[in-house]
């Protein structure tokens, strides 16, 4: 099922009536319960220098495509959901439970889809943030490494197989990136800092 399909199954059905289809996901309705709280998930568990730099990353490097709509209901816009961003990241402490619920009323979506768009676009911006924090020092001797859950995409897979177990240095990872990108995506995000759609993986300095 397509995103747009799976949005507009959604919005069909009471999430509280019996006969929801299988195949409608409510997982991020009651995502607090069933998915593992990535690191990214929480304001508090991110290093002080992300936070540092989020908001302004949302504010002067926003790349993110609102979620999609049904056509009976209008686009949101770029700009809108950009200002809806910098408002929640600016409101500290921030978390993807609240972001979701944030964006599922704002924007009147499923809620299952504003957590899986926000999943998405969260971890985005943590990445973004991150890679903007360590160009800010000297990155020379440093190594990284992608890190997050197991991955189960070829692009993400080829990637950790490509670094060490003591990490490869900031410009060979990012390079490693867009070469997965280029090898293992049909259809890429145009940001330079997703390998892929959903993709919950990011880098970081191996310490």
């Known amino acids: 099922m397509t995103p747009l399909a799976f949005h507009v199954a959604a919005r069909l059905h009471e999430p509280d009536h019996v006969d929801v289809p299988d195949a409608v996901d409510h997982k991020g309705r009651f995502g607090k319960y069933e998915n ?5 998930a929480r304001s508090q568990d ?6 540092d730099n989020i908001v302004e990353v ?8 609102p979620p999609t709509t049904p056509d009976d209901q209008e686009a949101i816009r770029q700009s ?9 990241l600016d409101n500290e402490p921030w978390d993807i439970y ?5 964006m599922a009323t704002r924007f009147d979506i499923n809620p299952g889809w504003a957590f899986k768009t926000a999943r998405q676009h969260l971890n985005q911006l943590v990445l973004q943030a991150r890679m903007r924090g360590y160009r800010q020092e000297r990155l020379a001797g ?4 992608w890190a997050g859950p197991e991955a189960d995409h070829p692009a993400c897979q080829w990637i950790r197989s490509q670094i060490p177990e003591e990490g490869l240095p900031y410009h060979e990872v990012v390079e490693l990136m ?6 293992f995506v049909e259809d890429p995000p145009s940001s330079a800092h997703v390998v892929h759609d959903w993709c919950r993986h990011h880098l970081v300095e191996v310490q």
């Open 98 to 102: 609240a972001i979701s619920e944030a």
């Open 46 to 51: 991110v290093p002080d220098f992300v936070r």
């Open 58 to 65: 949302a504010r002067r490097e926003f790349a993110l495509e």
């Open 80 to 88: 809108d959901y950009r200002e809806f961003w910098i408002e929640e």
């Open 178 to 183: 867009q070469e997965a990108k280029r090898r």
């Open 142 to 145: 440093r190594r990284f490494r």
């Open 36 to 40: 593992q709280q990535p690191d990214f």
